[in-house]
């Protein structure tokens, strides 16, 4: 079994901050890619950032200069900066790992998500 456990979010003022983090556990061989998405009401899930097993970074367009993402592969554990928040980054945001796990023998690429931590953007 693996599990991803998202922390971090909550409410927060216009032009503020927040820092996610996401850590993977269970039966793991080795973590490829791990990223953050996020799902506002009525909308489709979207792209915030990735970043690979060598941390080099890809962010969506809405996170662009204003968001970091980075992991710490000793932890298991990917974190995502955010700063000068606004409204429309009110969403549930999902943590996503393409994790390499041993079984029966073989090793295979399992895709696995958190289940989400609310960021809330008001005043």
């Known amino acids: 079994q693996v599990q991803l456990v998202e922390s971090g979010g909550g409410l927060v003022q216009p032009g503020g901050s927040l820092r996610l983090s996401c850590a993977a556990s269970g039966s793991i061989f080795s973590i490829n890619a791990m990223g953050w998405y996020r799902q506002a009401p009525g909308k489709q899930r979207e792209l915030v950032a990735t970043i690979d097993s060598g941390s080099s970074p890809k962010y969506g367009d809405s996170a662009k200069g204003r968001f970091t993402i980075s992991r710490d592969n000793a932890k298991n554990t990917v974190y995502l900066q955010m700063n000068s928040l606004q409204p429309e980054d009110t969403a549930v945001y999902y943590c996503?790992?393409?994790?390499?796990?041993?079984?029966?023998?073989?090793?295979?690429?399992?895709?696995?998500w958190g289940q989400g931590t609310q960021v809330t953007v008001s005043s």
């Open positions: 996503n790992a393409d994790i390499l796990r041993r079984r029966l023998g073989e090793y295979q690429k399992y895709d696995y």
